[in-house]
Protein backbone atom coordinates (compact mmCIF):
# COMPACT_ATOMS: atom_id res chain seq x y z
CA UNK A 1 0.00 0.00 0.00
CA UNK A 2 2.85 2.57 0.57
CA UNK A 3 4.48 1.41 -2.78
CA UNK A 4 0.97 2.45 -4.36
CA UNK A 5 1.10 5.80 -2.32
CA UNK A 6 4.30 6.87 -3.19
CA UNK A 7 2.97 6.18 -6.40
CA UNK A 8 0.39 8.48 -6.57
CA UNK A 9 1.83 11.34 -4.79
CA UNK A 10 4.57 11.37 -7.60
CA UNK A 11 1.82 11.24 -10.41
CA UNK A 12 -0.17 13.99 -8.51
CA UNK A 13 3.25 16.04 -8.08
CA UNK A 14 3.92 15.28 -11.77
CA UNK A 15 0.49 16.97 -12.42
CA UNK A 16 0.70 19.70 -10.48
CA UNK A 17 -2.28 18.70 -8.57
CA UNK A 18 -0.23 18.97 -5.14
CA UNK A 19 3.26 18.79 -3.93
CA UNK A 20 4.11 15.07 -3.29
CA UNK A 21 5.15 14.47 0.41
CA UNK A 22 6.42 10.52 0.39
CA UNK A 23 8.37 9.69 3.92
CA UNK A 24 11.81 7.97 4.02
CA UNK A 25 10.28 4.41 4.30
CA UNK A 26 8.06 4.07 1.25
CA UNK A 27 10.88 5.18 -1.19
CA UNK A 28 13.14 2.84 0.49
CA UNK A 29 11.31 0.38 -0.28
CA UNK A 30 9.91 1.42 -4.27
CA UNK A 31 14.10 1.37 -4.65
CA UNK A 32 14.08 -2.09 -3.67
CA UNK A 33 11.23 -2.77 -5.27
CA UNK A 34 13.24 -1.73 -8.46
CA UNK A 35 16.43 -3.06 -8.11
CA UNK A 36 14.93 -6.74 -7.74
CA UNK A 37 12.93 -6.27 -11.02
CA UNK A 38 16.30 -5.00 -12.97
CA UNK A 39 18.30 -8.26 -11.03
CA UNK A 40 15.63 -10.09 -12.49
CA UNK A 41 15.45 -8.55 -16.16
CA UNK A 42 19.18 -8.80 -16.12
CA UNK A 43 19.14 -13.01 -14.73
CA UNK A 44 16.74 -13.52 -17.78
CA UNK A 45 18.09 -15.70 -20.86
CA UNK A 46 18.60 -14.05 -24.07
CA UNK A 47 17.08 -15.41 -27.25
CA UNK A 48 18.88 -15.69 -30.13
CA UNK A 49 19.10 -18.26 -33.27
CA UNK A 50 22.15 -20.39 -33.84
CA UNK A 51 22.40 -23.56 -36.12
CA UNK A 52 23.90 -26.16 -34.52
CA UNK A 53 27.86 -26.14 -35.99
CA UNK A 54 27.65 -22.42 -35.97
CA UNK A 55 28.53 -19.27 -34.33
CA UNK A 56 25.63 -17.04 -33.55
CA UNK A 57 27.09 -14.71 -36.26
CA UNK A 58 27.34 -17.55 -38.69
CA UNK A 59 24.04 -18.79 -38.18
CA UNK A 60 22.39 -15.13 -38.52
CA UNK A 61 23.88 -15.29 -41.98
CA UNK A 62 22.99 -18.32 -42.91
CA UNK A 63 19.33 -17.35 -42.14
CA UNK A 64 19.40 -14.31 -43.97
CA UNK A 65 20.77 -16.46 -47.11
CA UNK A 66 18.25 -18.74 -46.76
CA UNK A 67 16.03 -15.68 -47.12
CA UNK A 68 17.80 -14.17 -50.14
CA UNK A 69 17.43 -17.71 -51.89
CA UNK A 70 14.18 -17.88 -51.23
CA UNK A 71 13.08 -14.63 -53.07
CA UNK A 72 15.48 -15.35 -55.78
CA UNK A 73 13.38 -18.53 -56.06
CA UNK A 74 9.86 -16.97 -56.17
CA UNK A 75 11.34 -14.22 -58.43
CA UNK A 76 12.76 -17.22 -61.10
CA UNK A 77 9.05 -18.62 -61.22
CA UNK A 78 7.24 -15.16 -61.33
CA UNK A 79 9.31 -15.00 -64.58
CA UNK A 80 8.70 -18.23 -66.31
CA UNK A 81 5.24 -18.18 -64.80
CA UNK A 82 4.81 -15.07 -67.39
CA UNK A 83 7.00 -16.35 -70.27
CA UNK A 84 4.71 -19.23 -70.18
CA UNK A 85 1.46 -17.28 -69.62
CA UNK A 86 3.13 -15.35 -73.14
CA UNK A 87 4.09 -17.89 -75.02
CA UNK A 88 0.53 -19.29 -74.59
CA UNK A 89 -0.88 -16.17 -75.94
CA UNK A 90 1.39 -16.46 -79.04
CA UNK A 91 0.48 -17.75 -82.00
CA UNK A 92 2.44 -20.97 -82.81
CA UNK A 93 4.66 -21.36 -86.24
CA UNK A 94 1.92 -24.34 -87.97
CA UNK A 95 -0.38 -21.07 -87.35
CA UNK A 96 1.31 -18.33 -88.93
CA UNK A 97 2.45 -20.53 -91.71
CA UNK A 98 -1.04 -21.57 -92.45
CA UNK A 99 -2.15 -17.99 -92.20
CA UNK A 100 0.61 -17.10 -94.68
CA UNK A 101 -0.27 -19.85 -97.19
CA UNK A 102 -4.08 -18.33 -97.20
CA UNK A 103 -2.86 -14.89 -97.79
CA UNK A 104 -0.80 -15.50 -100.79
CA UNK A 105 -3.22 -17.87 -102.13
CA UNK A 106 -5.60 -14.81 -102.14
CA UNK A 107 -3.04 -12.70 -103.37
CA UNK A 108 -2.30 -14.79 -106.25
CA UNK A 109 -6.02 -15.19 -106.95
CA UNK A 110 -6.53 -11.23 -106.93
CA UNK A 111 -3.57 -10.92 -109.02
CA UNK A 112 -4.55 -13.23 -111.71
CA UNK A 113 -7.82 -11.79 -112.00
CA UNK A 114 -6.28 -8.14 -112.65
CA UNK A 115 -5.86 -8.83 -116.26
CA UNK A 116 -9.15 -10.61 -116.62
CA UNK A 117 -11.10 -7.71 -115.56
CA UNK A 118 -8.57 -5.13 -117.24
CA UNK A 119 -9.80 -6.64 -120.91
CA UNK A 120 -13.01 -7.57 -119.95
CA UNK A 121 -13.05 -3.28 -119.11
CA UNK A 122 -11.44 -2.80 -122.48
CA UNK A 123 -13.67 -5.08 -124.36
CA UNK A 124 -17.05 -3.30 -122.81
CA UNK A 125 -15.33 -0.08 -123.62
CA UNK A 126 -14.87 -0.89 -127.09
CA UNK A 127 -18.27 -2.16 -127.59
CA UNK A 128 -20.12 0.46 -126.37
CA UNK A 129 -18.02 2.49 -129.04
CA UNK A 130 -18.81 0.52 -132.44
CA UNK A 131 -22.70 0.27 -130.84
CA UNK A 132 -21.89 4.83 -130.90
CA UNK A 133 -20.37 4.07 -134.60
CA UNK A 134 -23.11 1.82 -136.40
CA UNK A 135 -25.99 4.37 -134.91
CA UNK A 136 -24.39 7.26 -136.42
CA UNK A 137 -23.68 5.53 -139.44
CA UNK A 138 -28.13 4.22 -139.67
CA UNK A 139 -28.55 7.49 -138.76
CA UNK A 140 -26.85 8.88 -141.47
CA UNK A 141 -28.62 6.73 -144.09
CA UNK A 142 -31.42 7.10 -142.99
CA UNK A 143 -31.18 10.97 -142.82
CA UNK A 144 -30.40 10.97 -146.89
CA UNK A 145 -32.89 12.12 -149.01
CA UNK A 146 -35.07 9.69 -151.50
CA UNK A 147 -33.72 11.46 -154.26
CA UNK A 148 -29.90 11.47 -153.23
CA UNK A 149 -27.96 7.95 -153.66
CA UNK A 150 -24.98 9.13 -151.34
CA UNK A 151 -24.96 10.18 -147.50
CA UNK A 152 -24.81 13.19 -146.10
CA UNK A 153 -22.00 12.70 -143.62
CA UNK A 154 -20.32 9.62 -144.29
CA UNK A 155 -20.61 9.73 -147.72
CA UNK A 156 -22.31 6.04 -148.06
CA UNK A 157 -23.65 5.13 -151.52
CA UNK A 158 -26.98 2.74 -151.37
CA UNK A 159 -26.32 -0.70 -152.74
CA UNK A 160 -22.23 -0.73 -152.70
CA UNK A 161 -20.32 -1.98 -150.14
CA UNK A 162 -17.74 0.19 -148.29
CA UNK A 163 -15.32 0.12 -145.38
CA UNK A 164 -15.15 2.93 -143.31
CA UNK A 165 -12.33 3.17 -140.20
CA UNK A 166 -12.97 5.55 -136.97
CA UNK A 167 -10.32 6.30 -134.47
CA UNK A 168 -10.91 6.44 -130.62
CA UNK A 169 -12.65 9.53 -130.82
CA UNK A 170 -15.15 8.61 -133.39
CA UNK A 171 -13.39 10.12 -136.66
CA UNK A 172 -14.43 8.47 -139.89
CA UNK A 173 -11.61 7.62 -142.46
CA UNK A 174 -11.52 5.80 -145.80
CA UNK A 175 -7.74 4.32 -145.05
CA UNK A 176 -6.34 2.64 -142.53
CA UNK A 177 -4.27 4.67 -139.99
CA UNK A 178 -2.14 4.29 -137.51
CA UNK A 179 -5.01 6.09 -135.34
CA UNK A 180 -6.97 3.46 -136.82
CA UNK A 181 -9.34 1.24 -133.57
CA UNK A 182 -12.47 0.40 -135.52
CA UNK A 183 -13.19 -1.08 -138.82
CA UNK A 184 -17.00 -0.82 -140.16
CA UNK A 185 -17.64 -3.28 -143.10
CA UNK A 186 -21.24 -2.32 -144.85
CA UNK A 187 -22.81 -4.98 -146.90
CA UNK A 188 -26.17 -4.25 -149.04
CA UNK A 189 -28.38 -7.03 -149.71
CA UNK A 190 -31.27 -7.48 -152.34
CA UNK A 191 -34.80 -5.82 -151.15
CA UNK A 192 -37.65 -5.59 -152.87
CA UNK A 193 -38.08 -2.07 -154.34
CA UNK A 194 -38.13 0.95 -152.39
CA UNK A 195 -36.15 -0.89 -149.73
CA UNK A 196 -32.57 -1.41 -149.35
CA UNK A 197 -31.01 -3.99 -146.67
CA UNK A 198 -28.03 -3.20 -145.13
CA UNK A 199 -25.60 -5.36 -142.98
CA UNK A 200 -23.13 -3.42 -140.61
CA UNK A 201 -20.46 -4.80 -138.88
CA UNK A 202 -17.56 -3.77 -136.70
CA UNK A 203 -14.36 -5.02 -136.07
CA UNK A 204 -11.41 -4.18 -133.72
CA UNK A 205 -8.68 -3.58 -133.51
CA UNK A 206 -8.66 -1.98 -137.17
CA UNK A 207 -5.74 -3.41 -138.48
CA UNK A 208 -7.34 -6.92 -138.57
CA UNK A 209 -9.51 -7.96 -141.63
CA UNK A 210 -12.34 -9.95 -140.35
CA UNK A 211 -12.58 -12.13 -143.50
CA UNK A 212 -9.25 -13.89 -143.25
CA UNK A 213 -8.61 -13.53 -139.44
CA UNK A 214 -11.09 -13.40 -136.45
CA UNK A 215 -10.60 -9.84 -134.47
CA UNK A 216 -10.86 -9.40 -130.55
CA UNK A 217 -14.35 -8.17 -130.74
CA UNK A 218 -17.43 -7.52 -133.62
CA UNK A 219 -20.63 -5.94 -133.04
CA UNK A 220 -23.04 -6.98 -136.29
CA UNK A 221 -27.10 -5.22 -137.11
CA UNK A 222 -28.94 -5.67 -139.65
CA UNK A 223 -30.74 -2.44 -140.93
CA UNK A 224 -33.46 -1.71 -143.68
CA UNK A 225 -34.08 1.31 -145.11
CA UNK A 226 -36.90 2.48 -146.79
CA UNK A 227 -35.87 4.79 -149.74
CA UNK A 228 -39.76 5.25 -151.23
Given at each position: MRIASAKGALLRSAWGNAVGIIDQEGLSAESAYHEHHESRIQRSATISIQFPGTTPQAGIESALSALNTSAVIDRRYSFYAAASNSKA????????????????????????????????????????????????????????????TTSPQFAITFGTDKTLYFDASGQASTSLGTDSRYRLNITWNSAPTGLNYAVLRVTWPAPIDPVTTTPSGAVKIFAAFDRS
Open positions: AAFSLVEIVLALGVAAFCLIAIVGLMPVGVQTNRNATSQTAATNIMAAIVADLRTTPAVA
